[in-house]
């Protein structure tokens, strides 16, 4: 058997003040380093040694990963930073204060957007250009559904995770509300039409148990 622990960034600025993210890189609160803290706390209680440490681009799930990694002992880890594990990218919604976009676009239609599956938020007018995207030749989304976050972080699971997986290394993911959900529809086969109940908190992490064709034995929530 081999565990695969994947878990959410703490508290960011945004998460705080209730707005989209997406791409756009903020930081942890205060609160959000007490959070990977604690989390990290929760992983070390299980007493399990990791052979690589997957994150995004963002600084909050970098971060993360860092504070998880110190908490645990396991600094000397390899951190393998992705775009793939990105946020999923909100578009034109970017910026914009959740509620205020409730009363602009309607409950329903904003419900779509945040917690279904195929529901594409509206496009950015104009493509962002960012070093740290443009030096590996990719291209920032213009927006994207949770349809679309998994068919560009399902190639990096099967290309460079599960094979390490497969090998019996334990894995550790620190990503993003919308990429976890996305490995986790995946992980869980959960149908399109039932994902908008799935919720990933800041700061819990999500043990897995794989056989040695990555089918769940057992999934646990440290709360």
């Given at each position: 058997?081999?565990?695969?622990?994947?878990?959410?960034?703490?508290?960011?600025?945004?998460?705080?003040?209730?707005?989209?993210?997406?791409?756009?890189?903020?930081?942890?609160?205060?609160?959000g380093?007490?959070?990977?803290?604690?989390a990290?706390q929760?992983?070390?209680?299980?007493?399990?040694?990791?052979?690589?440490?997957?994150?995004?681009?963002?600084?909050?799930a970098?971060?993360?990963?860092?504070?998880?990694?110190?908490?645990?002992?396991?600094?000397?880890?390899?951190?393998?930073?992705?775009?793939?594990?990105?946020?999923?990218?909100?578009?034109?919604?970017?910026?914009?204060?959740k509620d205020?976009?409730?009363?602009?676009?309607g409950?329903?239609?904003?419900?779509k957007?945040?917690?279904?599956?195929?529901?594409?938020?509206?496009?950015?007018?104009k493509r962002?250009?960012?070093?740290?995207?443009?030096?590996?030749?990719v291209?920032?989304?213009?927006?994207?559904s949770?349809k679309?976050?998994?068919?560009?972080?399902l190639?990096?699971?099967?290309?460079?995770?599960?094979?390490?997986?497969?090998?019996?290394?334990?894995?550790?993911?620190?990503?993003h509300?919308?990429?976890?959900?996305?490995?986790?529809?995946?992980?869980?086969?959960?149908?399109?039409?039932?994902i908008?109940l799935v919720?990933?908190?800041?700061?819990?992490?999500?043990?897995?148990?794989?056989?040695?064709?990555?089918?769940?034995?057992?999934?646990?929530i440290?709360?």
């Amino acid at each position: 058997m081999v565990k695969l622990v994947i878990t959410r960034h703490g508290e960011s600025q945004a998460n705080r003040d209730n707005v989209y993210t997406g791409w756009s890189d903020v930081p942890l609160t205060a609160k959000g380093i007490k959070q990977a803290q604690m989390a990290a706390q929760r992983i070390k209680n299980l007493n399990i040694h990791f052979s690589d440490v997957h994150t995004s681009m963002l600084q909050r799930a970098i971060t993360t990963a860092n504070l998880i990694c110190d908490e645990i002992d396991q600094s000397y880890l390899p951190i393998h930073k992705t775009w793939r594990l990105n946020e999923r990218h909100y578009g034109a919604l970017r910026g914009m204060n959740k509620d205020d976009s409730k009363q602009q676009f309607g409950v329903e239609q904003v419900a779509k957007w945040r917690r279904g599956y195929s529901e594409v938020p509206p496009q950015l007018s104009k493509r962002d250009h960012e070093r740290r995207y443009d030096r590996l030749g990719v291209q920032i989304p213009l927006s994207e559904s949770l349809k679309m976050t998994q068919e560009r972080l399902l190639p990096y699971w099967n290309d460079v995770i599960a094979g390490q997986l497969i090998d019996g290394q334990n894995q550790l993911i620190v990503a993003h509300g919308s990429s976890l959900r996305a490995l986790i529809k995946y992980l869980d086969q959960i149908p399109d039409d039932q994902i908008n109940l799935v919720e990933v908190p800041n700061g819990q992490p999500i043990v897995y148990e794989l056989d040695s064709k990555l089918n769940v034995i057992e999934k646990q929530i440290l709360e």
